[in-house]
């Protein structure tokens, strides 16, 4: 019952690509959070934002970028792919301090 | 922030049996959620404990936080093949930041 949509679901690029992996949620929510995971491991959060205009990074140093130019959008964006970000991508967001609604993830592959 | 550390790393249980997840975790919090993803999924919300509880229920579920010991534990009751999935705490010290540990990996196996 989440409304938090994340496109596409599967990539497969070539090396060198710039991409954005979009995240959009429809319930309001002032929190958005970017998580990089690979299978079986933990969660590392890459970068959140509190809301409008507002970004930080997280606790994995990430070579990716954020922005949040409206409430409902958290777009991830990698200029120029590389096959170590070959990983599984999970947005997510929250009102206040709230629990977390997850979208299904963005599988990246890097050839 | 901090992340709380699941213990154990993976569980193996049969059908019908309780499973007992613990979380530690280092500074003070405002509430421990506890969530749960299946394979290649993204988390689902179990259970959200304030730091002023000591108990929680949903359904099969239990929550339990001893904020003296900085731990919390997840009992799944009359387990089933369903319940098979990665299982994560996460302290909320402040309402922003969110961060997950290595998760327990439950099989319940039929």
């Known amino acids: 019952e989440a409304d938090i949509y994340q496109t596409p679901r599967y990539l497969v690029i070539g090396t060198g690509k710039k991409i954005t992996l979009e995240c959009s949620q429809t319930m309001g929510h002032d929190k958005m959070y970017w998580y990089q995971q690979d299978p079986g491991m933990e969660l590392h959060l890459i970068h959140y934002?509190?809301?409008?205009?507002?970004?930080e990074k997280g606790d994995l140093s990430s070579e990716s970028t954020v922005s949040r130019i409206r409430t409902e959008h958290f777009p991830l964006t990698l200029e120029s792919a590389r096959p170590s970000h070959t990983s599984q991508y999970l947005c997510?967001?929250?009102?206040?301090?709230?629990?977390?609604?997850f979208g299904s993830g963005t599988q990246l592959s890097v050839l | 922030s901090q992340q709380g550390e699941e213990d154990p790393q993976a569980l193996s249980i049969q059908e019908g049996e309780n499973a007992t997840m613990n979380c530690s975790y280092k500074?003070?919090?405002?509430?421990l959620q506890w969530y749960r993803q299946n394979s290649g999924r993204g988390l689902v919300h179990l259970i959200l404990i304030r730091s002023n509880e000591r108990e929680k229920h949903s359904g099969r579920l239990r929550v339990t936080l001893d904020t003296s010991k900085k731990s919390s534990s997840l009992l799944i009751t009359a387990s089933r093949a369903a319940d098979t999935a990665s299982y994560f705490c996460?302290?909320?010290?402040?309402?922003?930041?969110?961060?997950f540990g290595e998760g327990t990996q439950l099989t319940v196996n039929p």
């Open positions: 996460a302290p909320d010290t402040s309402g922003s930041r969110l961060t």
């Open positions: 997510a967001s929250r009102q206040g301090g709230e629990k977390l609604f």
């Open positions: 934002s509190y809301g409008v205009n507002s970004t």
């Open positions: 500074t003070s919090i405002n509430n």
